[in-house]
DNA sequence: GCTTGACCTCAAGTTCACTTGAAGTTGTAG
DNA sequence: CTACAACTTCAAGTGAACTTGAGGTCAAGC
């Protein structure tokens, strides 16, 4: 089994290197040794970087991502867990598709000002109501997409 | 045409007063006088702030939403951004959707591990890879739903 | 044996949208 | 008149997830 450099799991991973060591300081992967100061990864270091992604893309936090981690490597997270995450997102993507739905009427609408608008002033006013009705939820990052530098 | 001070502003908006400074610096609202130190709001203020709720809630950042604010406190968003907007929920919505389609499989998969469920692997690549592949986007917060303290 | 460049550590900085705290001012109730 | 609550300003802090910078180390190639 070969061992992997930053730079290259960086590459393969698509993850900055800073990132990588930012995630190894919290726990989130394990580097098995280092050659000279160079730390070295496993391979399966790219699929628990996969599983990452995913908990990020599900709306985790790296806290949260980090307490799903079994010691090993191996993951632990209760069926329970997902479905409840699961609702979430079914829940945020109802109000995304009530926004897209608003704004692309107000985008084709034929009232002379968007303020004269009925369907836009309703949408007007459920965003305000969103604001302080639906289950609190966290600024959580959605979809981050970070491109790297060079 | 009665003023509201920044106190009747908050508890109507569900705003705090210290957004609501934080606003008026920013320059997203505008208070038409004081009585005293205190800040005196127009009514439309709320109207207004249910304009700037929308694009939060539409994902823009509070700076994309003074350019789209005109200095009279009418708006002047192109019908283009709109669209552009809802193409960019759109986008966000199926992410979400694929996401959660694939968390509620995990949830009640009858493998014994998640990881070796094909599903949850095929989720897995594709967060890896939606970190890099979808059109690049700031973190932008989602449905916030701040509570306020009292 | 020396240079080079890729890595290292640690602290501090970044962004966004606010909040918090300290210290000061003011209209109003008593 | 005085106390007080409710506002005011301004600076600094918050949290998430990293990035950036300064200064240091090391294996490999010439």
């Not at 599900?58 to 806290?63: I, K």
């Amino acid at each position: 089994m070969k061992l992997l450099d930053i730079a290259e799991v960086s590459r393969q991973s698509g993850i900055a290197a800073s990132a990588l060591r930012f995630y190894e300081e919290k726990g989130l992967i394990l580097s098995v040794g280092r050659r000279g100061l160079k730390r070295l990864f496993e391979p399966k270091v790219l699929e628990q970087l996969g599983l990452i992604a995913l908990g990020r893309a599900a709306g985790f936090t790296l806290e949260e991502i980090t307490s799903m981690l079994a010691p090993a490597g191996k993951l632990k997270i209760s069926r329970d867990r997902l479905a409840a995450k699961a609702d979430e997102l079914d829940s945020d993507i109802r109000y995304l598709i009530a926004m897209r739905n608003g704004l692309r009427h107000a985008a084709r609408c034929s009232a002379p000002s968007h303020m004269e608008c009925p369907t836009f002033r309703k949408l007007i006013r459920a965003a305000a109501a969103g604001l302080l009705a639906p289950e609190g939820k966290k600024p959580g990052a959605r979809r981050s997409g970070r491109e790297r530098k060079s």
